[in-house]
């Protein structure tokens, strides 16, 4: 009995785990060295190496996909799960899971229905995000002073911005050079809007008060880099507010949702920015000649008023006849009561110097006089029983009293001599203010029995006079009313009364 049967096939090679894994992928990548597959994406996933994997699978069968990291940043369409695509690339195995999967080197949309659907499911995910909220869009400056231009410089849609510019209103202009179409066309865009909205207000290059963003018509293909996410987040993110100038009236991007004001073409975009200089220019001057004629007017209507207003006051000579009435019946009773207010002043002056008499304070003064030698009497005796107590106790106080002696009488002959003084000069007021004084000057003083006669007609009224001189008084009788009469110089009857 044989201890082994052999069996066919027990002479194969034994190949190692690892040797068969090379060797099916030697085969796979030689059979398929770069391939083209059309699928949907799904399960998307974006580690932190920054690879990319995903799944491209159709109806019955699913097929793994990897973009590795430095190819990433390249291709000219990122994945999204659902999205029909042509990815291209090589097929190779993963020995690590048994699998085959295709390393992708680009990917495109399969068709014009996917560019859409993945346009549509962008547009969706970024309102979902609030970007194109029509709260958060600012308003277009009405007249900006510089201006900065977004797109290619030696397109014809840059001529076109500039012309209209000039011919409306013509304004600084700052031109951000990009490209507007394929790989470059995204990062360049969202580079120049957030530039611009990196300058500094007043630095070396002014900072724009308005972005236009501009670009001709094409297809969706063509126009595809302003509906790349990167572009739509900078427009929504400028401070500086942003016309989005993409396409003809037809061509609808991203951007357009995002910016703050959409123009269907690139020279409509260039006429929103600045009015017409010249319709303002006749605004201005129509309204500067509305401004003229409403002040006219106004004018007119105040002064129409004024008038009206002045008629109804009267004449001024009216308003100012009561007050000149009063004045004259003033002015002729001010006369008289100056008259009589002298006359009661030289009254009451006679009458205090009456009172003031040489005689009265000679009296005043002799009293107050045997008033002081009366206590200068008692003084000494009391001085010197002072004196004889002090002499007793302290022989020193002697000369203290004797001091105060000394000193009272100082005093006493001190306030003898100042009453005298005030006496002397009460004299001298009487006499200075008295009417003697004035007698001697050559006037003299007329008296009737009535009192003293001030006035022709008192005098004449008056049966008898008495006429007062500086050396006496002298009495005088004439006729009442008719007997007086007036006397020239040359009169022989002068100085008589009769």
């Known amino acids: 009995m044989a201890l082994f049967d052999n069996e066919p096939g027990d002479n194969a090679h034994e190949f190692t785990v690892s040797e068969l894994s090379g060797a099916v992928r030697r ?42 990291k430095g190819q990433a940043a390249r291709l000219s369409m990122r994945p999204e799960e659902g999205l029909e695509v042509v990815a291209s690339g090589r097929l190779t195995t993963f020995a690590g899971q048994s699998k085959y999967q295709i390393v992708v080197e680009d990917l495109a949309p399969a068709g014009q229905g996917a560019l ?13 995000e609030g970007l194109f909220d029509a709260a958060r869009k600012r308003p277009i400056p009405y007249l900006p002073e510089v201006i900065g ?10 001529r076109d911005i500039l012309h209209r510019l000039r011919d409306r209103f013509p304004r600084r202009v ?3 050079p990009v490209a507007v179409q394929g790989e470059k066309c995204a990062p360049e865009v969202a580079a120049a809007i957030r530039g611009f909205n990196a300058l500094a207000p007043g630095g070396p290059i002014p900072r ?34 942003l016309i989005s100038a993409v396409g003809h009236e037809t061509d609808t991007t991203l951007i357009d949702h995002a910016a703050d004001r959409r123009a269907p073409t690139p020279t409509a975009a260039a006429e929103m920015a600045v009015p017409v200089r010249l319709d303002l220019l006749a605004a201005a001057s129509d309204q500067g ?11 007119e209507r105040r002064r129409q008023r004024l008038g009206d207003l002045g008629r109804a006051l009267g004449r001024p000579e009216s308003l100012l006849d009561p007050a000149r009435q009063r004045l004259d019946q003033w002015a002729d009773r001010l006369g008289p009561a100056l008259t009589g207010a002298a006359t009661r002043k030289r009254a009451a002056l006679n009458a205090i110097g009456g009172r003031l008499h040489p005689a009265i304070l000679r009296g005043l003064l002799a009293r107050e006089r045997r008033h002081f030698e009366g206590w200068a009497d008692r003084l000494g005796p009391a001085l010197a029983r002072l004196a004889r107590q002090a002499a007793s106790d302290n022989r020193r106080d002697r000369a203290d009293l004797e001091t105060l002696a000394e000193r009272l009488a100082a005093a006493i002959r001190l306030r003898l001599a100042g009453l005298a003084e005030r006496l002397a000069a009460a004299e001298r007021m009487r006499l200075g203010l008295g009417h003697v004084e004035t007698l001697r000057r050559g006037f003299a003083v007329i008296r009737a029995a009535t009192g003293i006669v001030t006035t022709r007609a008192a005098a004449a009224r008056a049966p008898a006079l008495e006429i007062e001189f500086h050396d006496g008084r002298l009495p005088v009788a004439h006729a009442p009313a008719t007997g007086a009469r007036a006397w020239g110089p040359d009169d022989p009857g002068q100085g008589q009364l009769s």
């Open 208 to 241: 724009p008060d308005l972005i236009i963003v501009a670009r001709g018509g094409g297809s969706l293909e063509d126009l595809w880099g302003f509906n790349e996410e990167i572009v739509v987040r900078a427009a929504a993110e400028s401070a500086i507010p």
């Open 149 to 158: 231009v977004v797109t290619s410089p030696s397109g014809a849609v840059i």
């Open 174 to 176: 700052l031109i951000w």
């Open 116 to 128: 859409m659907l993945m346009l549509e499911k962008r547009r969706a995910r970024l309102a979902a």
């Open 289 to 299: 000649a509305r401004l003229a004629r409403a002040i006219t007017q106004g004018l």
């Open 27 to 68: 085969v796979i990548e030689g059979e398929f060295g770069r391939v083209r597959v059309r699928g949907e994406i799904g399960r998307v996933s974006r580690p932190a190496s920054g690879h990319l994997y995903f799944d491209l699978k159709d109806e019955r069968a699913v097929i793994a996909a990897v973009v590795w």
